[in-house]
């Protein structure tokens, strides 16, 4: 990222922040008072079913941005331990318009998988189109997942920014909410579990999102 | 415009996200000064509402998918003028104050707080 990107960025996480914060914070605050005041009961429960909605949406929103600070305490912890990759994608995409190929098994900390195949998963949502395939491949030591989401053909920018914070690609800024930190959230999970993350081009349009980590072994 | 049988200032709100829709809903709703006869999830239904229903006013959230909020206003204020328009956003920074200035439409930030956008509606019928 050169230097008017990051510009570009910054200037641009202002906005993103602004909108994606203000939304859940205006309606927490909004059902709050309302139901401070007193509404009538069926009422109530319609209201503190958003007002808790909103509550974890800003929960996940404060999350993501401690994870893409690269604050090391919101990331998981724990010991790592064997995670089959082709389990963890049923249970993340459990209806159509997934394929799986392959399968191995990882010596990770889970929470770290789900978390990286669900930014894989969200973008594949805003951007592309079905089916989502998803290819596992091992190489000795190393587990190689690649999520392929076809879709239209995207700006160089949007593939080359991709992992970086608030990047947000022009259809994903009106098409879905989010901060743009998911893919650098992922990148710096996988850095954290000892592999790597980097999104290509698809050929045929859409993004390829791979991904490299510790393969378990006899040794574990 | 075919106006309220009970005086009240008639309201479609258009905005993207179904909590805050509900939240204004309500908001309006008990203030008792206004009735929200419309709700929209981006543009191009707003401008479908506003059609049918002509109401006295259209809270309008900017950043919303297909026909946002920027066209949208511009298309509301050549067909129907006698509408008053509130520009409802998260964030307004200097392109969409200096856009909005332009088309005479007051922008008012989001917050849990109806009194600033109930005011500005007010100003923007003229009651």
Known sequence: MDETDREWVERRAINVLGHELRTPVTTVRGLAELLAAGVEPDLQAELVDRLLRNARRLEGLVDDLLAAAEVTTALPVGPAGPVDVADQVRALWPGPGLDVVGDEVLWVRDLSVRRILGAAFDNARAYGSLPVTVTVSRDDHQVRTVVDSPGPRLPPEDVRLAVEPFWRGERAVTTAPGLGVGLTVARILAEHEGGRLWVEERPEGGLLTLFELPAATAGH | ?127
């Open chain 2, 1 to 127: 415009m075919t106006g309220d049988p009970a005086g009240l200032i008639t309201v479609v709100i258009a905005d993207d996200e179904p909590d805050v829709r509900r939240l204004l809903e309500v908001q309006f709703g008990l203030d008792g000064r206004f009735t929200v006869v419309g709700l929209a999830a981006d543009g191009a239904e707003a401008l479908s509402l506003v059609g049918a229903l002509r109401p006295d006013a259209v809270v309008m959230d900017l950043l919303m998918p297909g026909v946002n909020g920027f066209s949208a206003i511009a298309t509301l204020q050549e067909s129907f003028p006698e509408i008053g328009v509130v520009a409802y956003t998260g964030v307004a920074g200097d392109y969409v104050r200096a856009e909005m200035a332009a088309r005479n439409v007051e922008v008012v930030l989001k917050s849990g707080d109806l009194r600033p956008l109930a005011q500005a509606v007010r100003r923007a019928v003229g009651r």
